[in-house]
């Protein structure tokens, strides 16, 4: 708030006090100046008619700052309210001209709408900052998987259909003919290895038992295996227990949050033990995921822009893609993640009727 004359100042201080804004006065057009320097201003409400540096001339100052020249900046005027004198006021880049006298309601309004737009300009700033990190953070990860793959596939695979080849090719020769049963042996061994690997590949891209038996049994295998390898002690609860069929994306989608999930425990946590937790009722899915590690810090609990790696910002935007939330709370010992998405007759499967078999064909 800008103005020369103190009784103005308390009199928009008077007005704007319920909104429950910070409000800061400034007496000349300089004193101005430095508040803006100095702090983050989200809207400028400032008199026409002042002494040394009126507002025209502020206003111009103001936007020749890269910072502020999205500012929203109010004139106030008493005296300056011709056509010619608001056309002034606009081009030097108000957004809004305020005669005198003051309607308090109209001018709470006007303030308290670009006080609002400037919190949710800031916050989409916030927001695609954190879009470019994790679009980074993720091409990044694409290329270590690729890498990855790439390299068990040439590795594992590709070395094992080599010898494979190698045996086949020797079988013609003279010299190979005592020893065909052996090398042919040999070379079915290597046939079943290269195949585990295929399959091994195939799973962690896409478990088949998403699509053939549905989330239950994919959920059960991926739990089942984490426990058998040794990672940590995984247990998991449906409920029902004759858990339903769910459209092909929900089930994906739920399964790749939980897979997830489960991962960072293994990572990070240090933890023996998790839970997993699949509730569907009738509006909504919970899923709850917890573990008795070390926890993990406030700013990622709380979601802070630029904490999150792509991980859990993958995991929020699943959800989000439903209209679901994820929320984390650390529960000492551990972690606590949970999942709710609203769920519609439409997400769910319909089980075939199947007729009654014809003994007679």
């Not at 006298?101 to 989409?124: G, Y």
């Not at 080849?165 to 013609?172: P, S, T």
């Not at 839970?275 to 926890?295: M, N």
Request: aromatic share 4%; glycine share 8%; net charge negative.
């Amino acid at each position: 708030m800008v103005d020369d004359q103190p009784a103005k100042l308390l009199s928009y201080e008077a007005i704007l006090g319920e909104l429950g804004e910070n409000l800061i006065k400034a007496s000349s057009g300089r004193e101005a100046l430095e508040y803006l320097l100095k702090r983050d201003i989200a809207v400028v409400l400032m008199d026409v008619s002042m002494p040394d540096l009126d507002g025209f001339e502020l206003a111009d100052i103001i936007r020749q700052h890269p910072r502020f020249q999205k500012t929203a900046i109010v004139f106030i005027s008493a005296v300056h309210l011709t056509d010619v004198d608001r056309i002034k006021g606009y081009q030097r880049g108000a957004v809004d001209y305020i005669s005198v006298p003051v309607i308090p309601e109209l001018l709470r309004a006007k303030v308290s709408v670009f006080a609002e737009l400037h919190r949710k300009t800031q916050q989409l700033e916030a927001l695609n900052k954190e879009l470019r990190v994790l679009s980074g953070r993720l091409l990044s990860l694409q290329d270590d998987e690729r890498r990855r793959f790439a390299r068990e596939l040439h590795d594992g695979l590709g070395q094992d259909l080599v010898a494979v080849k190698m045996i086949v090719d020797a079988l013609g020769q003279p010299y190979m003919a005592d020893s065909i049963e052996q090398n042919a042996g040999q070379a079915s061994q290597l046939i079943d290895r290269a195949l585990q690997q295929v399959r091994s590949i195939s799973h962690l891209l896409h478990p088949p038992l998403l699509d053939e038996g549905g989330l239950q049994s994919a959920l059960h295998w991926y739990v089942d295996g984490l426990s058998r390898r040794g990672d940590i002690q995984t247990s998991m609860k449906l409920s029902p227990l004759e858990f339903p069929r769910l459209s092909a994306e929900l089930e994906t989608t739920i399964f790749r949050i939980i897979q997830e999930a489960l991962t960072n425990i293994v990572r990070h946590s240090e933890a023996r033990k998790a839970q997993v937790s699949v509730a569907l009722g009738k509006e909504q899915i919970e899923i709850t995921i917890r573990d008795d590690g070390k926890g993990i810090a406030e700013p990622i609990v709380s979601m802070r822009p630029g904490s999150i790696g792509v991980g859990i910002g993958g995991m929020r935007q699943r959800a989000k893609e439903f209209g679901g939330e994820l929320r984390m709370h650390n529960i000492h010992p551990g972690t606590c993640v949970e999942v709710v998405i609203p769920i519609q007759s439409s997400s769910l499967r319909v089980a075939p009727v199947l007729a009654p078999v014809n003994a007679n064909g």
